[in-house]
């Protein structure tokens, strides 16, 4: 359990309770009016706690690693909210919830059981990186190709057999999709690394000018509880 008495510190801003066991939160948790960051991985939460969509400054919010199958409509209280973490978790669809989160820079949703995402999510035009591996995709998901201020998408672990092409994307930098049973390399714009089977083949021209920023693996998400990202 949360001891009641970390409810009392009205200043805080972070509070990490990852790898606790926990699968509830008590009411009082609503007092930290301050909290920007808060990690609730790595426990038995079945259900989101409610009151932590009363926290309506949290810019990061970690979910992953528990067993949660939905997500609540409240969750659109959280207008502040960047970064969401909901991998490994038991979500058969992405809760269309989380398209109205407008300012969502990050959304890691791998290693759960997606089939599809929904149209709505071309609405989040803060996105930046999409982390969806190890779900059951067959198909690269359409609603990708609308959102061309993406700049990192993976899709590594899937089931897609092929891949459309990518070169129209402007702000894409990277594409991760191996461990897919493709036919063939997406197609990317000039300067954009791609990570996959055939990924050494030169991709197609750039169509217009700009510098582009070299991405390394090594920032694929997956750091311990400890390393966890500091709000932007």
């Known amino acids: 359990r949360l001891p009641l008495h970390i409810c009392s510190f009205r200043e805080l801003v972070k509070l990490y309770l990852s790898d606790n066991n926990l699968n509830n939160l008590p009411p009082e948790l609503e007092q930290l009016q301050n909290l920007q960051i808060l990690a609730l991985d790595f426990n038995n939460f079945k259900a989101l706690p409610l009151v932590v969509c009363t926290l309506k400054q949290l810019c990061i919010l ?22 969401l973490w909901i991998e490994s978790n038991c979500l058969q669809c992405l809760p269309e919830v989380v398209c109205e989160l407008s300012l969502l820079k990050t959304l890691h949703a791998g290693s759960n059981a997606l089939r599809t995402l929904p149209a709505q999510l071309r609405c989040l035009q803060e996105l ?32 897609i057999r092929f891949f459309p092409s990518l070169a129209h994307l402007p702000g894409l930098k990277l594409v991760i999709y191996d461990h897919n049973p493709c036919r ?49």
């Open 128 to 159: 930046r990186t999409i982390w969806l591996s190890g779900n059951l995709l067959s198909e690269f998901p359409s609603v990708l190709l609308d959102m061309p201020f993406l700049e990192v998408i993976d899709l590594d672990r899937n089931s």
């Open 62 to 83: 970690y979910l992953g690693n528990n067993k949660l199958c939905s997500l609540p409509l409240e969750l659109r209280l959280l207008q502040n909210l960047k970064t």
């Open 184 to 232: 063939n390399a997406p197609k990317v714009a000039k300067g954009v690394r791609r990570v996959g089977r055939w990924s050494e083949e030169t991709p197609e021209p750039r169509k217009r000018s700009g510098a582009v920023i070299e991405i390394t693996l090594d920032e694929k998400p997956s750091p311990p509880p400890a390393a966890k990202l500091e709000p932007e």
